[in-house]
C-alpha cells in the first residue's frame, strides 16, 4: 500500500493525485501585497523596532507572508528549519507565526526546540510524512524536550529562522487558522535558491549578489536603523 488513503473518503481524506503535504495546509503567499491592513502590520515600525531589539540586527525587509491553514484533520507539519528553505543565508532571519484562530494541542499549535538555531546549518529536509527526519540530519537538537505553544486568537510567536519547529495534526472538525511572516535581514545575499523570487527578478541575479528588491521586499523600519 502506498499513501495513506482514508477508504471512503472523510471531510479531508486524500483524493486520488494529493500528497502528503497538501493535506498539510491550504497555503496562500504574500497576503500583504493584497491587503492593506496585513501590509500596515507588515511593515510597521514598531514591529520592525521588536525584530531588531530581538536578533540585534540593523534593519529587515519583508521575504513572505503566507496563511497556514490546517484543514480538519490536516496533517502534522514535519520538524523543519525556515530560512534554509529561503534565497538568502542568514543566521539572523526572523519569522513570526500569528494564531487567527485559538491554537491548541489538539489542533496542532507549533513547537518548538529551544536553542536549535545555534545547532542548525543550512542544510534542510522537506516537510514531508516523516515527522522526525531533520533530527537524522541534526542528532544533537533531539537531546532537548520539544515545547508546544498553545495561543489564544492574536497571539503570536518570533522564532529564528534557524530554530526546529513543527506542529502536529489537526485533530479536531474546526480550521486551525495562522499565518506567517518572514523578515529577512538588510544586506542579506542571494545564494542561488529562487525559492518566491519572481522569474524575472532571478534572471537579473546572480549568486552574491545583495536582495533589494524594495518593490517586493520593503525595509520594514527606517526607524529602528
Ligand atoms: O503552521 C505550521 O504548522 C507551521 C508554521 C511554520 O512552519 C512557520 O511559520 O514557519
Ligand atoms: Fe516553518
Same mark, same amino acid.
Given at each position: 500500500? +502506498?499513501?495513506?488513503?482514508?477508504?471512503? /473518503? $472523510?471531510?479531508?481524506?486524500?483524493?486520488?493525485?494529493?500528497?502528503?503535504?497538501?493535506?498539510?495546509?491550504?497555503?496562500?503567499?504574500?497576503?500583504?501585497?493584497?491587503?492593506?491592513?496585513?501590509?500596515?502590520?507588515?511593515?510597521?515600525?514598531?514591529?520592525?523596532?521588536?525584530?531588531?531589539?530581538?536578533? !540585534?540586527?540593523? +534593519?529587515?525587509?519583508?521575504?513572505?507572508?503566507?496563511?497556514?491553514?490546517?484543514?480538519?484533520? +490536516?496533517?502534522?507539519?514535519?520538524?523543519?528549519?525556515?530560512?534554509?528553505?529561503?534565497?538568502?543565508?542568514?543566521?539572523?532571519?526572523?519569522?513570526?507565526?500569528?494564531?487567527?484562530?485559538?491554537?491548541?494541542?489538539?489542533? $496542532?499549535?507549533?513547537?518548538?526546540?529551544?536553542?536549535?538555531?545555534?545547532?542548525?546549518?543550512?542544510?534542510?529536509? !522537506?516537510?514531508?510524512?516523516?515527522? +522526525?527526519?531533520?533530527?537524522?540530519?541534526?542528532?544533537?537538537?533531539?537531546?532537548?524536550?520539544?515545547? /508546544?505553544?498553545?495561543?489564544?486568537?492574536?497571539?503570536?510567536?518570533?522564532?529564528? !529562522?534557524?530554530?526546529?519547529?513543527?506542529?502536529?495534526?489537526?485533530?479536531?472538525? %474546526?480550521?486551525?487558522?495562522?499565518?506567517?511572516?518572514?523578515?529577512?535581514?538588510?544586506?542579506?545575499?542571494?545564494? !542561488? %535558491?529562487?525559492?518566491?523570487?519572481?522569474?524575472?527578478?532571478?534572471?537579473?541575479?546572480?549568486?552574491?549578489?545583495?536582495?533589494?528588491?524594495?518593490?517586493?521586499?520593503?525595509?520594514?523600519?527606517?526607524?529602528?536603523?
Amino acid at each position: 500500500m +502506498g499513501r495513506n488513503k482514508v477508504a471512503d /473518503g $472523510g471531510a479531508n481524506a486524500l483524493q486520488e493525485g494529493e500528497s502528503f503535504y497538501d493535506k498539510v495546509f491550504t497555503q496562500r503567499l504574500n497576503l500583504w501585497r493584497l491587503n492593506p491592513v496585513v501590509k500596515q502590520y507588515m511593515l510597521s515600525p514598531e514591529l520592525g523596532k521588536m525584530l531588531c531589539a530581538l536578533s !540585534g540586527t540593523s +534593519g529587515y525587509r519583508v521575504w513572505h507572508d503566507q496563511t497556514l491553514i490546517k484543514e480538519p484533520y +490536516g496533517n502534522g507539519t514535519a520538524w523543519h528549519l525556515d530560512d534554509p528553505y529561503w534565497s538568502f543565508d542568514s543566521r539572523d532571519a526572523v519569522s513570526i507565526w500569528i494564531a487567527l484562530e485559538e491554537a491548541t494541542y489538539q489542533n $496542532g499549535c507549533l513547537w518548538f526546540v529551544p536553542g536549535s538555531h545555534k545547532l542548525a546549518g543550512f542544510a534542510n529536509v !522537506g516537510i514531508g510524512p516523516n515527522m +522526525g527526519e531533520l533530527f537524522k540530519l541534526y542528532p544533537k537538537m533531539a537531546e532537548t524536550d520539544p515545547v /508546544g505553544v498553545p495561543m489564544q486568537i492574536g497571539d503570536c510567536s518570533f522564532h529564528n !529562522g534557524l530554530t526546529a519547529h513543527g506542529a502536529g495534526a489537526n485533530m479536531t472538525r %474546526k480550521r486551525r487558522i495562522a499565518m506567517t511572516c518572514a523578515y529577512m535581514p538588510i544586506g542579506s545575499t542571494y545564494n !542561488g %535558491k529562487p525559492n518566491i523570487l519572481r522569474e524575472e527578478y532571478v534572471a537579473t541575479l546572480k549568486v552574491g549578489d545583495v536582495l533589494a528588491n524594495d518593490d517586493w521586499n520593503p525595509v520594514v523600519s527606517a526607524a529602528s536603523k
